[in-house]
C-alpha cells in the first residue's frame, strides 16, 4: 500500500532535541538501523515495545512510497551471553543461536515484518578490529595489556546525544571501573579474553569486541558511513548511541554518522520500569498465549512512543475489548460489502440519513488525517483515533440490517480504510473469522474449556431443537452463556464467539 504524502513529515530527533522536517538524503531511499536484543534469555515486553515501535516506523515509511533499507542486528557476542552460557555448560554462540530462534518466533507471532539484513556481530569481528585499528592509528583510542579503549576526550562533541558533559561522566553501563583508562568514561573497544571465553585473534591479542562498537560496524558497513535513522530504546542514550556516535564519526571522519535519532519510551510496570533485576518480567511468549497479538500492538501504539508506557492487565483487557469492537465493525462491513453495488455513495447518504452520512464523511477524510497523524512524528494515538471512531461509525451504521443489501458503495471504503491501518499498524489486519478465532481459543482456555467441547454442546442443542425439545435448547443456551459464549444463528447455520463486555 503506498499513501500519498500531504504534508512534511516531521520526526523528533533526539541529538537535536527537536521536531524536523524528514526527507531521506537518498532521495526515494531511507536508511533505517535499529539496535537489536542481546540474546541471553527470552525477551520481555518492554522489548517487544522497541521492536514494535520501529515495525511501525519502517511499515509507515513504506506506506509513504519509499524505499526503505531496515538493519536490525543481533548481539551474539557479550558478557551477559557468556556468564549464562558457563552458568548452562552451553557453547556462547550455540546458546546466542537458540535465543535468536525463540525471539524471532515471538516476533513472528507479534507480526513484525522482518528487517532487510539482521547482522550478527560475530559475523562482523574483522570490520570491528578494523575500525578499532583505524581509531588507534587517528589517536581516538589506545591499547593496554590486550584491551583497546576509545578515548573520550579526543572527541569534541561527546556528550552531544545525552547532554551529558565530559567532567561529570562517571564509568558507564557495561563499563568497569579501570585504572588503566585515561578517562573514566573511556571505553571497551576490544576486551582481551579470559581463559576458556570465547575470542578472535587480533593485533593486541585474542578478544572479543566491546559492545558499543558492534552496531557502528554493522550500520557502516550495510547503510553506509552516514544514514538516515538510528533507533533505539531511551535507555540506550547514553552510553550506547553517545559511544556510537564517537567512534563512528571520529573512524570515517563523516558528520553525522546517523541524521536523526528516535528513541522509543519505557514500558513501565505499577510506575517501575521492567526489567530482570526487579524480577517483573512479562514474556512475549508468554502474554501471546494469553492475548492475540493485536491486542499487545493496540496498547503499544495508542500511547506516543516517545512516551513512558503504563502497562496492566486491565489495560490489557480494555485493548482486547476496543479491538473487539473494531473487528465487530469489519465484520458486518465485509457482510455489506459482499452485496452488489445498489446505489452510489452520495445516494445513499441522502436516503439513509446520519448514520450513512457520519460513515460516509469519516471514511473520505480517513486517509488524509491518518497521513497527517502518522507524518507528525509517527502519531499513533491519533491514528488508532481515527480507526475506533470509524469503527463506532459503521457499527451504528449497522444496527438497522435492512440497509445492508444495499449499501456496498459505503462498506468498501470504509473497509479499505480499515485495511490501511492493518498494513501500516498491524491493528485490524486479520480477517474477523480470524480474529474471533484467536479470541475463542485464549478466553476458553482462561475458563478451562476447549472448541471441541463447545461444538458438542452446540451440536447437542441443535439436536434439541430439531426433536422441537426447546426447554434442551433453552438450557444449553443459558449455560454457554454463563460461560461467556455467544451463539448467532442464521441461514448458514450456528456460529459463536466469546463475550467480551456485557454489551459486547
Not at 2 to 18: F, H, Q
Request: hydrophobic content about 40%; overall charge negative; charged content about 30%.
Amino acid at each position: 500500500m503506498e499513501t500519498a504524502a500531504v504534508s512534511p513529515m516531521r520526526i523528533y530527533n533526539t541529538r537535536k532535541r527537536s521536531l524536523e522536517d524528514f526527507e531521506p538524503t537518498e532521495p526515494g531511499h531511507v536508511r533505517l538501523y535499529v539496535c537489536g536484543m542481546t540474546v541471553y534469555d527470552y525477551c520481555h515486553i518492554g522489548h517487544a515495545r522497541a521492536m514494535l515501535t520501529f515495525d511501525m516506523v519502517y511499515r509507515w515509511l513504506k506506506a509513504r512510497g519509499w524505499r526503505v533499507t531496515y538493519v536490525r542486528n543481533h548481539t551474539d557476542v557479550d558478557d551477559k551471553i557468556i556468564a549464562r552460557a558457563i552458568e548452562n555448560g552451553e557453547e556462547p554462540l550455540a546458546l546466542a543461536q537458540r535465543f535468536i530462534a525463540a525471539l524471532d518466533e515471538d516476533l513472528g507471532r507479534l507480526g513484525l515484518l522482518p528487517p532487510d539484513v539482521a547482522p550478527l556481530v560475530s559475523d562482523n569481528i574483522e570490520g570491528i578490529v578494523a575500525m578499532a585499528s583505524t581509531l588507534i592509528e587517528r589517536g581516538h583510542a589506545y591499547a593496554v595489556d590486550g584491551d583497546v579503549y576509545f578515548a573520550v576526550e579526543s572527541f569534541e562533541r561527546y556528550g552531544e546525544l545525552s547532554g551529558r558533559k565530559l567532567e561529570d561522566l562517571r564509568a558507564g553501563e557495561r563499563v568497569n571501573v579501570d585504572e588503566r583508562k585515561r578517562h573514566p568514561g573511556d571505553f571497551a573497544l576490544w576486551k582481551s579474553a579470559k581463559p576458556g571465553e570465547v575470542s578472535w585473534p587480533s593485533p593486541w591479542g585474542p578478544g572479543r569486541p566491546g559492545w558499543h562498537i558492534e552496531c557502528s560496524v554493522m550500520a557502516t558497513r550495510h547503510l553506509g558511513e552516514t544514514f538516515d535513522i538510528h533507533g533505539g530504546g531511551i535507555d540506550l542514550v547514553f552510553p550506547h548511541h553517545e559511544n556510537e556516535i564517537a567512534q563512528s564519526e571520529c573512524a570515517s571522519g563523516v558528520h553525522p554518522f546517523a541524521r536523526v535519532w528516535m528513541h522509543n519510551g519505557h514500558l513501565n510496570m505499577a510506575g517501575t520500569k521492567m526489567s530482570k533485576s526487579l524480577g517483573n518480567i512479562i514474556r512475549i511468549r508468554d502474554i501471546l498465549d494469553e492475548v492475540p497479538a493485536e491486542t499487545l500492538r493496540l496498547l503499544y501504539l495508542e500511547s506516543h512512543y516517545r512516551s513512558p508506557l503504563p502497562y496492566s492487565a486491565e489495560r490489557l483487557r480494555e485493548c482486547l475489548v476496543a479491538l473487539d469492537r473494531v473487528y465487530s465493525a469489519k465484520e458486518v462491513l465485509e457482510e455489506i460489502a459482499a452485496h452488489p453495488i445498489g446505489a452510489d455513495a452520495e445516494q445513499l447518504v441522502k436516503e439513509l440519513g446520519e448514520t450513512a452520512e457520519d460513515l460516509h464523511q469519516r471514511t473520505m477524510v480517513f486517509a488524509k488525517r491518518f497521513a497527517e497523524a502518522m507524518d507528525d512524528d509517527f502519531a499513533t494515538g491519533r491514528a488508532i483515533a481515527l480507526l475506533h471512531e470509524l469503527a463506532r461509525s459503521a457499527n451504528r451504521f449497522a444496527n438497522n440490517r435492512k440497509w445492508r443489501k444495499r449499501s456496498a458503495a459505503l462498506a468498501v471504503p470504509a473497509l479499505k480504510a480499515i485495511e490501511r491501518c492493518g498494513k501500516v499498524l498491524g491493528i485490524g489486519a486479520l480477517t474477523s473469522a480470524d480474529w474471533f478465532d484467536q479470541v475463542k481459543v485464549r478466553r476458553l482456555r482462561a475458563v478451562g474449556r476447549d472448541a471441541s467441547e463447545i461444538e458438542s454442546r452446540i451440536e447437542a442443542r441443535l439436536a434439541a431443537r430439531a426433536n422441537k425439545d426447546w426447554a434442551e435448547a433453552d438450557r444449553v443456551r443459558v449455560e454457554l452463556d454463563e460461560l461467556g459464549i455467544v451463539l448467532m444463528d442464521g441461514p448458514q447455520g450456528t456460529t459463536w464467539r466469546m463475550r467480551l463486555t456485557d454489551d459486547a
